[in-house]
């Protein structure tokens, strides 16, 4: 079963990390590095990616002659995406486990970060997928 | 450059997207497995995924010994991820344009649904945070 872990925060939490110290930082890389060398060594990775900070988020739609309008003004509590993971996992409760070890990833000072991490299935209704 | 496309939406929104007729639901479907072909066909295609029901969807923390402790429960706001696209491109310009397209996507009726689509550019590495 594939799940996706999703790390989200508002721009005040990105300005807060962006702000750690270069040593908290690493720290906190190494650990989510060596997450990611687990599932693929355990055959569960699928696919992780970083999204770019919020500041550099628009929102589209679509105008009637197919223009896009852009956007990118946000709410203050507006959580971004900020990367995600993809795992192929054998039950919901490796994916909780796998999850919570990314929410234990060390913050400033080593401390635990405690993120809510969300776990989500992929779509198993007709919906956009890959073909 | 790789750009992500994200649909999002309140529980109230997926839930209205349930009351769909059959065959409006059918137009939409079929308009995203267009839409994947041409980006396929065009090149500039990386990723694409639907996500499961909101209903579904965990917040994961770790508590003390690092078990993962879940929780279903999230405010009314909350946007969820319906699912993405991953796109490379050229130009910021050429991902608004293909996002604009997906917000012209069919609803009820068969008009442009006008859909929201956030647009990030989506990190080489940790690197391109530029710390």
Do not use: C
Not at chain 1, 26 to 54: C, N, R, W, Y
Not at chain 2, 23 to 37: A, G, H, P, T, Y
Not at chain 2, 47 to 57: I, M, N, R, S, V
Request: net charge neutral; charged share 25%; aromatic share 8%.
């Amino acid at each position: 079963m594939k799940y996706i872990l999703l790390m989200s925060g508002t721009k005040a939490g990105v300005q807060g990390y962006l702000a750690w110290s270069p040593k908290d930082r690493d720290g906190h890389m190494a650990v989510l590095q060596s997450i990611g060398k687990e599932l693929t060594a355990s055959g569960e990775f699928v696919a992780t990616q970083g999204l770019a900070v919020p500041q550099e988020a628009k929102v589209v739609r679509g105008e009637k002659d197919g223009m896009p309008i852009t956007d990118g003004i946000f709410p203050e509590s507006k959580e971004f995406l900020l990367g995600y993971w993809i795992v192929d996992v054998a039950t919901p409760e490796r994916a909780y486990a796998i999850a919570a070890r990314i929410s234990m990833a060390p913050g400033p000072g080593g401390v635990p970060t405690n993120m809510p991490i969300e776990v989500r299935q992929f779509a198993t209704h007709p919906q956009p997928k890959q073909q | 450059m790789k750009y992500i496309l994200m649909m999002m939406g309140t529980k109230a929104d997926f839930d209205a997207y349930t009351r769909w007729s059959k065959e409006d639901l059918q137009r939409n479907v079929e308009f995203m497995r267009r839409f994947s072909k041409e980006l396929k066909d065009s090149g500039v295609f990386v990723a694409t995924e639907g996500l499961g029901w909101p209903q579904e969807a965990k917040i994961v923390r770790a508590g003390k010994d690092g078990e993962p402790i879940t929780d279903g429960v999230f405010p009314e706001s909350k946007e969820f991820l319906a699912g993405y696209w991953i796109i490379d491109v050229e130009s910021p310009e050429q991902a608004y344009k293909i996002a604009a397209r997906a917000s012209a996507a069919p609803g009820p009726g068969g008009k442009p649904g006008n859909m929201p689509i956030e647009v990030r550019p989506v990190l080489g590495s940790h690197a391109d945070l530029g710390l």
